[in-house]
């Protein structure tokens, strides 16, 4: 198999179908390769986690989004006499969660963020990396964070909203003219009118990540092992040729330099939730 074939799932039929079950299997499939790729979803999350209040000492932590659980063991440590629960609708990700040492004082929990098996009230910190911008309905998965939030507890969110992968995007734009490839994010002031209509008082911050890559094939390999492959409807239904990769890579802003940069507009997300009165 050549090195194009390879990565055909990132535009083919196998990269799933946008639905719940696809993202889910999509996800399981990349769970023994996800920590070693993650570059992106570790610069974010650690920064996301220097900002949780010193202050807050929880009695229950949910990391909604889990994954393999590389957080979920951060908040254990950071946390180690809280109730902790990894949540992911994936169970294939819950398996080597499970099967990684370190997280025996975790709950693993296969469940859908815009439907929590979580009472009212039963959780002070939701910590959420990288999860909301695969939710076609971000905005039930913002309320059962609030739902399920105690009064006082703390919600910690990250997203990417439009502008990521522009490299990416434009160069596809030119070797494939007219058919997508790449994932579509929110524009950031619809992120922040959906977020402060559901959140009064959050707090949102964003900022540019640019991450290096060998070639415009090592960043594409990067998303397969991630998972994170094109999901939309208008997506080819058969293999994407090889000769629209070599497009794509001559393409690719920089590719001629040699080593290849993509974008990442990430946006963090922080609410507490008001106490009564």
Not at 27 to 53: E, N, V, W
Not at 136 to 147: D, F
Not at 245 to 264: I, K
């Amino acid at each position: 198999m050549n090195m194009f074939n390879d990565l055909t799932a990132l535009t083919s039929a196998e990269g799933g179908t946008g639905t719940k079950a696809s993202i889910a299997s999509g996800f399981g499939g990349a769970s023994k390769t996800y920590d070693g790729a993650s570059r992106l979803q570790k610069t974010m999350g650690d920064a996301m986690l220097s900002r949780i209040p010193s202050a807050l000492q929880p009695e229950s932590v949910l990391d909604l989004g889990c994954g393999t659980g590389w957080f979920s063991r951060k908040l254990l440590a950071c946390y180690p006499d809280a109730r902790l629960t990894g949540a992911d609708l994936s169970p294939g990700m819950l398996a080597q969660a499970g099967a990684t040492p370190g997280t025996s004082g975790v709950r693993w929990l296969n469940a859908d963020a815009e439907q929590l098996p979580l009472a009212n009230d039963s959780v002070d910190l939701v910590f959420s990396n990288l999860m909301v911008q695969w939710s076609k309905r971000p905005e039930v998965v913002l309320a059962e964070c609030q739902r399920v939030l105690r009064p006082g507890g703390v919600l910690a969110m990250s997203t990417l909203v439009d502008g990521t992968l522009r490299e990416l995007k434009q160069a596809w734009a030119k070797a494939d003219p007219g058919q997508p490839h790449v994932n579509r994010f929110v524009l950031a002031d619809e992120w922040r009118r959906l977020v402060e209509s559901t959140l009064p008082g959050s707090v949102l911050e964003f900022s540019p990540i640019r991450l290096s890559y060998e070639s415009p094939m090592a960043l594409n390999r990067e998303l397969k092992q991630l998972g994170a492959v094109f999901r939309g409807e208008e997506r080819r239904r058969t293999v994407t040729a090889p000769g629209r990769f070599r497009a794509m890579c001559r393409a690719y802003p920089g590719a001629r330099s040699g080593q290849v940069t993509a974008t990442y507009e990430a946006g963090w997300l922080y609410w507490q939730k008001p106490t009564a009165g």
